[in-house]
């Protein structure tokens, strides 16, 4: 086990501490939790029909279930939100468990404010008190929570510039954007799956953590340690926790788990696992009941979202995968429908989108245009605007298309519009805090609207590049307020504005 000196932390009123964080997650066996938590004694089921009414058998057995640790297996459509909310909802009313002892940890700020809503609808006023976040915003505040104070937290296009800087001495020169990324990608798989560094690695991860230390800066990672190495951090931790989509968590957030928790209620599907890339360890969830002895495994095979004919597709499909030994498999669909399922084979992307506008025209004349949705693994498969050739293919063969958000609201509409704004009024302040306001805007670009009030002359990161070389372009062709209407009316005008969605990382 590797460690290093990081960030000082410390109370506002005490001298500070420094802290040492491990660099090398290894394959660590945390002292293991109590099987058993003494639930108090439960009223007869009919006591609740708010809680239980409208779940189904195997629902309702993981809502009400008495053991301290439970896995609940629930494949697409099982209803794992509303186990989970129903859960939480149970905790309170019927076993009496304070609702600021409870924390409900999702994967995405999204999924947190659609767990929020549906808690306070469930529970009213008590929801309040519930934790209901991320685990990396869970950790934030225990560690706010006891009085300490971090570093400035690194952003993604700050991690990659000091990943980048501490590759160069190894190089020799100055790497490429894609040999960061893949590097630092490989870092935290490996540190997310609890595995040895590289040497290579291991050396520029280790003046990577220098590097944040003589500055007093941290990244996200750091918060999964930090709550684990101050006791006035575990101290505040929250008994109960609740986990969604457990399949895609890591080593430090099982370690944070073990940490904090007396309970854990875990949902998730090994089968939906996608965030391999980035260190989250499928086998955590296959190895539940290794990590947590006694634990009561729940399976919810019924899928209530889908036709038949898409849940025997779907079930047929899994079947043939590896690495699904041991993994529950099959759901029966409870929906009326038959449906149907096609496969269209194809040679090349023309080929498919050729495809999908004769589907969909044939869907159009039996079915309403707002019932049907197109879906894709990648916006650019190899390089090829899949996307863009797909919607001129459409609006050719007269198929109106919808908006998944209003134009106003997407982050490439209001970065462009700031920025044209800040070319046409140079003066006008108001545009530079709109832009500032945009949460998918880099760093770098962010940085530099701060400091200097204006857009920076470089960038780093290839997303800050595309933006300064934007706004370069609108310096150039703007020459003033008249050629609004030209720019306008331009036919390249749509394709401006959603074109540079893959390089903005729309929040």
Sequence with gaps: MYFLKLLRLGRKESPKETVQIPFSIEEERPPLLPEELAWPEVPGMGAFPGILGGLSEEQREAVTTRHSHALVYAGPGAGKTLVLVRRTAWMVEALNVPPGDIALITFTRKAAGEMRSRLDAQLGRKAAAIFVGT??????????????????????????KRF???????????????????????????????????????????????????????????????????????????PHLLVDEYQD???????????????????????????????????????????????????????????????????????????????????????????????????????????????????????????????????KPKGFPLEKHLSEALFAAGVPQGQPNPLPELTEYRIFFSLLEMVLFPGNREAARRLLEVKALPSEIRQGLKREGRIPESAYHPRAQAIIQLYRALKGVVGDIGEMPTILGSPYFREAITVSQDRLAVA
């Design 135 to 160: 685990f990396h915003s869970y950790a934030l505040h225990l560690i706010q929570n006891a009085g300490l104070e971090i570093g400035e937290l690194l952003g993604e296009d700050d991690v990659l």
């Design 249 to 379: 968590s890591n080593w430090a957030q099982l370690r944070l788990i073990k940490a904090t928790a007396k309970t854990l209620f875990a949902v998730g599907d090994p089968k939906q696992s996608i965030y391999a890339w980035r260190g989250a360890d499928p086998s955590l969830i296959q190895r539940f009941t290794e990590h947590f002895p006694g634990a009561k495994v729940y399976t919810l095979t019924l899928n209530h979202r889908s036709a038949q004919k898409v849940v025997e597709v779907a079930d047929a499909f899994i079947r043939l995968l590896p690495g699904t030994e041991g993994i529950p498999k099959g759901q029966k669909p409870v929906r009326a429908e038959v449906g149907s399922v096609s496969f269209v084979p194809s040679e090349s992307p023309q080929g498919d989108i050729k495809a999908t506008v004769k589907a969909v025209q044939s869907l159009a004349e039996r079915f309403p245009l707002t019932s049907i949705a197109i879906l894709y693994r990648s916006r």
């Design 164 to 238: 980048g800087e501490a590759m160069a001495p190894l190089l020799g020169r100055k790497p490429e954007a894609h040999e960061v990324a893949r590097m630092l990608g490989s870092v935290q798989r490996k540190l997310g799956f609890g595995q040895k560094l590289s040497p290579e690695e291991e050396e520029v991860y280790r003046r990577y953590q220098e590097n944040k230390r003589q500055d007093g800066k941290a990244d996200f990672e750091d918060l999964l340690q930090l709550p684990i190495l101050h006791q006035g951090a575990l101290l505040r931790a929250r």
